[in-house]
């Protein structure tokens, strides 16, 4: 039997935990200059293809900017402090939920057990507290971060995010 937190996982897709990894870099690294998704590539260990299917959908909700050009790349188009990591999760995972809304009714319209109600309301408020916490930690955070933990010599941490 298992007690405490052992075993209790909730996974983020590939997408959402690349797409923070990749915006974090772009933070660690931009200049006036832009950063180009090959570095970011490079530097993270992902496919640059997987990259630009990311970067294409932030763009368009307008989290990051494109520059084109031989010194092309890309840019936040806010400042990092102004960024959340649930900002980011939504546009490429979709609603920060561990399961489907909470509805009263079925898609046939019939009436959900109690039981079943209940438990949909106990999982609402997990997503809302994953929410809370992701919507109030910022790109600009986790380079506060970044730097206090560099400040620890010698540097032999691993950068493993669990949600």
């Known amino acids: 039997m298992q007690s405490g937190r052992e ?13 923070v990894r990749a915006l974090f870099d772009l933070v660690l690294h931009q200049t ?7 570095d970011i590539s490079k530097r993270q260990k992902i496919s640059i293809n997987y990259l ?11 989290i990051i ?6 010194k092309g790349g890309y840019k936040l188009s806010k400042p990092a402090k102004d960024i959340t990591i649930g900002d980011i999760l939504r546009v490429v995972e979709g609603p920060i939920s561990p ?4 509805e009263k009714e079925s898609a046939a319209g019939s009436p ?3 039981e079943v109600y209940v438990t949909r309301l106990l999982w609402k408020r997990l997503g809302d507290k994953m929410a809370e916490f992701l919507d109030s ?3 600009e955070d986790l380079c506060a971060e970044a730097k206090e933990l560099k400040s620890e010599e010698p540097f032999d941490h691993y950068f493993m995010f669990y949600i």
């Not at 006036?32 to 090959?38: H, I, N, R, S, T």
């Not at 900017?65 to 031989?70: E, F, Y």
């Open 99 to 102: 399961v489907p809304h909470n």
């Open 7 to 19: 075993g209790f996982n909730i996974r983020l897709s590939t997408k959402g935990r690349y797409a």
């Open 32 to 38: 006036e200059a832009p950063v180009a998704l090959k």
């Open 52 to 62: 630009e299917q990311l970067f294409v959908k932030l763009r368009r909700a307008g």
């Open 137 to 139: 930690t910022s790109l």
């Open 65 to 70: 900017t494109s520059v084109r050009g031989p």
């Open 112 to 114: 959900i057990p109690l």
